[in-house]
């Protein structure tokens, strides 16, 4: 248009002139408006395709993009996808997430089940050479036991659901999901479509083994072979299963207590507390070993070289423990927690030890490295649940209390003549129940209004995005209902197992039994080692 106006005054100022009013002139001035009016309209043509053409192409971005935008949003991803109005295909990125989450799992997982070896060398080491296979069979028992018990029934108890809104339906105990039911399915003839529980129940079931076997420990050196196996199906099948349904599990200390749920972050309640009382309960119901307070000396630990390198072996497992808790490592966040997790875990291992360490060496004036093993064990215990909702500060005044609480409870348990050989219900049972008490107590919330307990590095939040008020008194109260609910719970199904067994007389072991030992009685060969007995004693205590 804007040409067309320049053309025609330019020529209206040509015409104007006398020279240039003839004929001839005008007839190719208006030949040349003709031609200056079809490019006109030929432009104008062009310009209103390339207007629709762009219209046509926005309106094919817009309907190419809402149903990616539907499907990443409301269509659950699948390995192998059938209908594509149901289901779709994993994206890139969550392809790679998946492998990083499961990853992680089948890492922490192993590095969790590793412990056993830990947990077997140092109960052997704190017991008499003479019933060091004996106490080996148990440790390998409670895995092998444990994994059938946890596959039958104990992860549908404590993960089967049904859920409703994200909360176990009954808030008690899972019902689905019973021999692995339902963990893979087949929507087509040569097609298997894994879920993601695969994952959590391998992770899931090194913990399960872990509360197990610290039961082991507290009842070792005159307990008949047998009546263990009974009591650690069902503490795998069902006791320790539940705990994790009221917990982990989503149900009623996750929903019910307060706003704000209990807060345990890798097990100091769920695990350690639950195999540290059963622990207690088996030592008192099984009574003391023959001898054990006429002659302490005689029962005195066979090899402290085998407890410190379990000592080691679970304080490495432990990172897997609490590390692991994250329960995925795809995200920035969740990187970032693992890392604090971790340094409150070495902070809660060296602090306890120390403690306990200097303790010992203020009542007996000696060195106790026995002790030394135990204190760092009760560390740990005690950061297990609070590792994921403190600072480092307060992760060392943690470990630093838990460390008496041990050196207590395990003087205590010797006043009252109840035989623990390796201090179990001391480091696992009162330091995994100080450690869910502070959880609460030192949560990283302002001072003791706002809370943060799961929500991480945030604190815990109504449905508007803005932080509880005065969240952190329902947090100390689930949590303390935490301990009262695991404790009462654990210890009144090991007192239904334990006590019938023993009036049976299929719990104890006979008294020559005992004098002789499980190994020279129970087993072929009849030593755990390749010498004379005094021989061992001397060369694996030097």
């Known amino acids: 248009m804007k040409m067309m106006l320049h053309a025609r005054l330019v020529l209206g100022v040509f015409l104007a002139r006398p020279e240039a009013a003839n004929p001839s002139l005008n007839d190719r001035v208006e030949e040349l408006e003709r031609v200056v009016l079809k490019q006109q309209e030929l432009l104008s043509s062009q310009e209103e395709q390339f ?70 060398m140092v109960e052997s080491g704190c017991c008499r050479a003479k019933n060091v296979q004996n106490i080996l069979l148990k440790n390998l028992t409670d895995v092998c036991v444990g994994t059938l018990g946890w596959w039958m029934s104990g992860w549908a108890f404590a993960y089967g659901g049904p859920m409703v809104d994200g909360y176990l339906e009954n808030g008690f105990i899972g019902t689905d999901q019973f021999f692995g039911a339902g963990f893979m399915s087949t929507p087509k003839a040569g097609m298997i479509e894994p879920t993601g529980a695969i994952k959590s129940w391998f992770f899931q079931w090194a913990f399960c083994g872990a509360a197990a076997t610290i039961v082991s420990g507290g009842v070792a050196e005159r307990v008949n072979f047998p009546g263990y196996c009974i009591f650690s199906f069902v503490m795998t099948a069902f006791i320790y299963p539940v705990c994790v349904a009221w917990t982990w599990g989503y149900g009623f200390l996750a929903k ?26 088996g030592a008192i119901i099984a009574g003391p070993r023959l001898g054990r307070f006429d002659n302490p000396d005689a029962f005195n630990p066979h090899s402290l070289p085998l407890i410190v390198l379990g000592t080691f072996i679970l304080w490495f497992g432990w990172y897997g423990f609490n590390c692991g808790s994250t329960l995925g490592m795809t995200t920035a966040a969740k990187g970032m927690m693992a890392a604090q997790v971790a340094m409150n875990t070495t902070i809660g291992g060296a602090t306890g030890g120390l403690t306990v360490f200097t303790l010992r060496l203020a009542l007996l004036k000696k060195y106790d490295i026995g002790g030394f093993c135990n204190g760092i064990l009760a560390g740990l215990v005690s950061i297990t649940a609070p590792c994921g909702n403190v600072e480092v500060g307060p992760a060392f005044v943690i470990a630093l209390i838990g460390g008496f609480l041990y050196q207590g409870a395990s003087a205590l348990l010797r006043k009252v003549k109840v035989d623990d050989p390796i201090d179990a219900f001391a480091v696992h049972g009162v330091c995994g129940a100080w450690g869910t008490l502070a959880a609460a107590l030192f949560d990283w919330g302002d001072g ?42 654990v210890a009144a199904w090991s007192t239904i197992i334990f006590l019938p067994l023993r009036l049976a007389k299929f719990l104890r072991a ?28 001397t060369i694996l205590s030097a």
């Open 510 to 537: 006979s008294d020559s039994v005992q004098e002789e030992g499980f190994d020279a009685a129970k087993h072929s060969p009849t030593k755990a080692y390749a010498m004379d007995e005094s021989a061992a004693n």
């Open 256 to 281: 019910d207590i307060s706003d704000v749920g209990y807060m345990d972050f890798a097990g100091s309640g769920v695990v350690h507390m639950t195999g540290g009382v059963g622990a207690l309960v």
């Open 51 to 120: 207007q629709e053409t762009q219209h046509m192409l926005s309106d094919i971005s817009r309907a190419a993009a809402e149903p990616r935008r539907l499907a990443a949003t409301t269509l659950p991803p699948k390995v192998h996808v059938i209908d594509n109005t149901t289901e779709r295909a994993f994206t890139d990125i969550e392809n790679l997430q998946q492998a990083l989450d499961h990853t992680w799992f089948i890492l922490c997982g192993a590095m969790v089940m590793f412990m056993q070896a830990g947990f077997a």
């Open 448 to 489: 003791f209004d706002l809370y943060h307990g799961w929500s991480g590095f945030a604190c815990a939040q109504d449905a508007s995005g803005v932080c509880l008020k005065g969240a952190w008194g329902g947090g100390m109260a689930a949590n303390v209902v935490e301990v009262l609910a695991i404790a009462s719970w």
